[in-house]
C-alpha cells in the first residue's frame, strides 16, 4: 500500500493535516510565552494570563469567523491552502428557464456555524475541564497527605456558639452553602469522568488519524465527520473565486453604509482597517511570534555568553612539608623504609605529611611517640593509612 506524501491530488497528506491540526496549540504556547515574557516588564498583561483561555478564544474565534467567511476554511487550514468542502454536493439552478444546474460545493451557513463551535467552543471547553481536573488531583493528593482542611475549618468555624449557630441558620446562608456544595459535587464529578472522556476522545481522533492515513476514510477526525466536510487542495479557480467573492462581499458592505458623508468616509476608513488586520493576521502574527522567539534566543545566547563563569586552571598542589632536622632522613631510594631502611612491606602512609613507611615500623613509632618520623608532626595510629599497589 502506498501513502500520499508527494502532494498529489486533492487529498492533503496524512502531514499537512496533523500540520494544520497542531498549528493552533503551537500558536497558543508560542504567544501565552511572548505574553509571560512581556508581562516581566509590563505588569497590566499579567491580566491576560489570569484569563488566557478567554483571550485565546476570543482571538480564535475572530480569526475562525473571517476565515470560514472568506475561504471556507479555518486559520490553519487556509495558511496550507486547504478547503472545506461538503459531503453531500447540492445542485443550485442557475437558470431556472433552461433548467441548468451546477455542482455547490461551497459549506452552507449551518456547516460554517458549527465548524465555529468545533474550533473555538470544544476546545475552550476543554481547556476549562483540563483546569477543573487539575486543581481537583492537587486537592485529592494534598488530602491524602494531610487530610481534609476545609472540612477542619468548616467544623471550627460551626463549633463557636449561638451567634454562629443562628447565622449559619439564615436562608442566604443556606443558599449559599447549597451553591457551594453543588459547585464541589459537579467539580468532583469531572475529576472523575474527565481522564476517560479525554482517553476516549483522544482514542476515537488516533482511529480516525489512522484510518486517514491508510485511505480507509475521507475524514482526518471525528469532527469533520460529524460536519460532514472534506478537507480538500484548493484549485487556481477555487482561489479566483474567492478573491472575487471577498471583493463583492466587501463591496455590498460599503453600499450599507449610511449617514453622512464623513460619516461614511470614518466608517470606510475603519472597515478597510479591519480588512487589512484581518487579511495579514494570519502570516503577521505568525511572523510576529517568530521575529520574538527569535530575538529572545539572541539575546539569551548573548546574556549566556556574557554571565559564562570564566573558567580558572586549577590551582598547584601544596607544597611537600619539610623534613625536621631532628626528624629521621630520607634514603635516596623511594622504595626504601626511613625507620627500618629495608624495602618496604606492606606500604602505609602518614597522612598528615604525607611520606610512607612498613606498616609494622611506622606503627610501632606512631604508637610511642605520637608523631611523624621524618616531619615531628603530631599524629596518631589514627592517621596512618594502608596502601594497596597491583602487582
Not at 18 to 42: D, E, F, I, K, N
Request: proline share 6%; net charge positive.
Amino acid at each position: 500500500m502506498l501513502f500520499q506524501v508527494g502532494g498529489q491530488g486533492s487529498r492533503p497528506t496524512f502531514f499537512e493535516m496533523a500540520a494544520a491540526q497542531q498549528l493552533p496549540s503551537s500558536l497558543r504556547a508560542a504567544l501565552t510565552y511572548s505574553l509571560g515574557v512581556l508581562a516581566l516588564r509590563r505588569p497590566f498583561l499579567h491580566k491576560l494570563l489570569d484569563y488566557e483561555d478567554e483571550f485565546f478564544a476570543l482571538l480564535t474565534l475572530l480569526l475562525e469567523t473571517h476565515s470560514l467567511r472568506n475561504t471556507d476554511a479555518c486559520f490553519s487550514e487556509s495558511l496550507y491552502g486547504l478547503r472545506r468542502r461538503a459531503v453531500n454536493v447540492k445542485l443550485k439552478n442557475v437558470n431556472s428557464e433552461a433548467g441548468e444546474q451546477i455542482q455547490q460545493s461551497s459549506l452552507e451557513k449551518r456547516q460554517k456555524v458549527l465548524s465555529v463551535a468545533f474550533l473555538v467552543v470544544l476546545p475552550y471547553f476543554k481547556s476549562k475541564l483540563y483546569t477543573i481536573y487539575n486543581k481537583e488531583r492537587e486537592a485529592a493528593l494534598q488530602a491524602s497527605l494531610w487530610g481534609h482542611v476545609d472540612d477542619r475549618l468548616n467544623e471550627n468555624d460551626y463549633s463557636g456558639g449561638d451567634d454562629q449557630s443562628f447565622a449559619s441558620s439564615s436562608p442566604s446562608h443556606r443558599g449559599e452553602s447549597a451553591r457551594t456544595t453543588l459547585a464541589k459535587r459537579i467539580k468532583k464529578i469531572i475529576g472523575v469522568c474527565y481522564p476517560w472522556i479525554h482517553a476516549g476522545n483522544e482514542g476515537l481522533a488516533f482511529a480516525y488519524q489512522l484510518l486517514y492515513l491508510l485511505d480507509a476514510t475521507g475524514f482526518y477526525s471525528p469532527g469533520l465527520h460529524a460536519l460532514g466536510v472534506h478537507v480538500c487542495r484548493a484549485t487556481g479557480q477555487e482561489l479566483m473565486d474567492t478573491s472575487s467573492r471577498i471583493s463583492r462581499i466587501r463591496s455590498r458592505e460599503r453600499e450599507r453604509l449610511r449617514g453622512p458623508p464623513w460619516l461614511k468616509t470614518l466608517q470606510g476608513a475603519l472597515l478597510t482597517c479591519s480588512y487589512a488586520v484581518l487579511d495579514y493576521a494570519q502570516t503577521g502574527l505568525i511572523a510576529a511570534v517568530f521575529f520574538f522567539k527569535m530575538m529572545e534566543w539572541w539575546y539569551q545566547s548573548a546574556e549566556e555568553r556574557m554571565s559564562a563563569p570564566t573558567v580558572y586552571p586549577p590551582p598547584p598542589p601544596p607544597p611537600p612539608p619539610k623534613v625536621a632536622k631532628e626528624g629521621i632522613p630520607l634514603p635516596a631510594d623511594k622504595a626504601v623504609c626511613p625507620l627500618c631502611s629495608q624495602k618496604r612491606a606492606n606500604p602505609s602512609v602518614v597522612s598528615v605529611s604525607g611520606f610512607v613507611f612498613c606498616y609494622t615500623c611506622v606503627f610501632k613509632y606512631v604508637s610511642q611517640y605520637e608523631r611523624c618520623p621524618v616531619t615531628l608532626m603530631p599524629a596518631t595510629v589514627d592517621h596512618i593509612r594502608r596502601l594497596f599497589q597491583d602487582v
